[in-house]
């Protein structure tokens, strides 16, 4: 066998791994899909879609599935971390690119991606040890609430977002923000009419990430929320999310068991809610490169 030919059969063999990997990664996928779709299907028609989603009364044992408080949860606790995280990591961003002309950029991103690589746990000790009695202390309640859900939650996707910013801003040429203080703009105009309006997608696309990663966050959540499968009635109050009550009821309602079904409905929520960022991430680049 000539050198030609021996190149033409490996060529032909990476071709084939090529598409039994990318097979493979499909029929994952749709498995996937497929197993959270008929569980979720089969509690739907048992249970009804709208007493599912508008019920506020949640307890297996006796037949209750209202899921409105988890997702109640799930929102409250996701729109409080973003708001304290969002302007934070604006305000890095601004430091780092705009006020430290650039020379701050590589440390400051590397320590933002060692701040990523901590594990969710950590970041739920940090919670439990610190967070919650501070809460209980000043407040009088248990301490375990949405409230340190939030806090702890946008600690955690601080470093993700702020890292985002930093690339967004750091996309606009600095002769432009050099331009546009010789001219006589200030720091704060510079920033308000150049710099965001010129990565407003980024930014837009940076913080519907940080939605879906405090969306999909389990155990720091789980370690500081407090777990009571009511409504929230306000910041101090206990709750539960999706990821939350999945994890919790997990051991309650194993594979076979009555009532199953309800953590396939939950799981299909979350995934639906992710691909549908997915979607929007994707529709808001393509504007953006258009």
Request: aromatic share 6%.
């Amino acid at each position: 066998m000539n050198v030609h030919q021996h190149n033409l059969r490996m060529e032909r063999i990476q071709h084939r791994i090529f598409w039994l990997s990318a097979a493979l990664l499909i029929g994952l996928g749709l498995a996937i899909w497929g197993t959270l779709a008929v569980g979720a299907a089969q509690f739907v028609l048992h249970h009804g879609l709208n007493r599912t989603l508008l019920g506020v009364d949640y307890n297996p044992t006796r037949g209750q599935f209202g899921l409105l408080p988890f997702f109640m949860g799930s929102v409250s606790v996701t729109m409080l971390a973003l708001a304290l995280a969002y302007p934070l990591s604006l305000s890095v961003a601004a430091v780092t690119v705009l006020m430290g002309k650039r020379a701050w950029l590589a440390p400051v991103r590397q320590g933002m991606g060692a701040l990523v690589a901590i594990p969710s746990v950590i970041f739920g000790w940090w919670g439990l040890s610190a967070v919650v009695p501070l809460i209980r202390q000043v407040s009088g309640s248990s301490g375990f609430s949405l409230l340190a859900a939030g806090l702890v939650l946008a600690l955690m996707i601080l470093p993700t977002l702020s890292l985002l910013t930093i690339n967004a801003f750091a996309r606009v040429p600095e002769r432009w923000i050099d331009g546009s203080l010789a001219l006589g703009a200030t720091p704060d105009q510079t920033l308000g009419r150049l710099v965001l309006r010129s990565v407003k997608a980024p930014l837009i696309e940076a913080g519907i990430v940080a939605v879906g990663r405090a969306l999909g966050e389990t155990m720091a959540v789980q370690m500081v929320i407090g777990g009571q499968t009511l409504l929230p009635h306000g910041l101090l109050s206990p709750a539960a999310t999706l990821t939350t009550e999945l994890l919790s009821d997990i051991s309650l309602l194993p594979p076979g068991v009555e009532g199953h079904h309800v953590l396939d409905f939950m799981a299909l929520s979350l995934l639906l809610i992710m691909y549908g960022l997915v979607l929007l991430v994707e529709r808001i680049r393509g504007r953006a490169e258009v």
